[in-house]
């Protein structure tokens, strides 16, 4: 369900101006019932400046008054032509300077451990490029003679459930093979 504008601040201008229960007010704000009641009460948002929902168009004045006439009653938010905020989307991650020089090793386990994987899949998954995985899958890396392959999860370059996700789409893609699984206690790996 879509939520008001600035929820806390029509929430307190809910509260001063209208007959509603905090249920209400909490559902049609995406707040607890309690942080209304302490709305009310003046321990929460003491500082912040109640923003009526009917001058901006959130919701109609005939709407208000069937909901204060009915406690059992929900507040339906008008639809607007405002732009509706999107999520922004995931591009390119930064990796500070101190964990750049895990990358080969992170892409060298990758390679191990997950061939399924594509390349574009590396590059998403621990933010690196194209040509640095080629050369470490050639072995003509500038550092090459001191490549580690090592879990990128233990480096901190993604996280376990970003792997396990890449790992599922790669085996999908590649028609369902598994690949060896690492276990730490084999490879003698840290």
Not at 13 to 33: D, K, M, P, R, Y
Not at 139 to 152: C, E, L, M, T, V
Request: charged share 25%.
């Amino acid at each position: 369900m879509a939520l008001p504008l600035m929820p806390k601040a029509t929430a307190v201008w809910l509260v001063e101006n209208t007959a509603l229960s905090f249920e209400q007010i909490a559902e049609f704000c995406g707040l607890h019932s309690l942080e209304v009641q302490a709305i009310a009460d003046g321990e929460v948002a003491t500082g912040i400046v109640g923003l009526d929902p009917v001058a901006n168009g959130q919701l109609s004045k005939g709407e208000l008054e069937r909901c204060e006439a009915d406690p059992d009653a929900h507040l339906k938010l008008s639809i607007t032509d405002y732009p509706q905020p999107r999520a922004k989307p995931k591009g390119a991650r930064y990796t500070p300077v101190s964990k750049r020089q895990d990358r080969p090793d992170a892409i060298a386990w990758l390679l191990k451990h997950h061939p399924e994987l594509s390349d574009g899949q590396l590059c998403k998954l621990i933010g690196t490029t194209k040509p640095t995985i080629q050369s470490v899958r050639e072995k003509s890396h500038w550092n090459a003679a001191n490549i580690k392959p090592r879990n990128p999860v233990t480096l901190g370059l993604c996280t376990e459930a970003d792997l396990e996700k890449a790992v599922t789409i790669g085996r999908g893609r590649a028609g369902g093979t598994v690949a060896p699984q690492y276990h730490e206690e084999e490879d003698g790996a840290e």
